[in-house]
């Protein structure tokens, strides 16, 4: 059974990823259940008004955002 609280840091997780991380030019897209750098880029958006922003899928197959297939988003800034 799960506890509550993987419950909650589970459900903060997939929030972050949904609503955007910040895009790191040295680690990438890291992801915020697992603190995995680099996630895999799956779609690139061409920048607009100095923003950019990347979808992305945790490659580390031992997290539950991998497992889920929970698409992380990104954005970088100028």
Request: hydrophobic share 35%.
């Amino acid at each position: 059974m799960i506890d509550q609280e993987t419950i909650r840091l589970v459900a903060r997780a997939k929030q972050e990823a949904e609503n955007g991380i910040v895009y790191s030019r040295r680690l990438g897209a890291v992801c915020p259940m697992c603190g995995t750098p680099r996630a895999h880029t799956v779609r690139s958006l061409p920048w607009m008004d100095g923003i950019k922003i990347r979808y992305h899928k945790c490659k580390n197959f031992g997290c539950l955002l991998c497992t889920l297939q929970v698409t992380i988003k990104s954005v970088e800034e100028e």
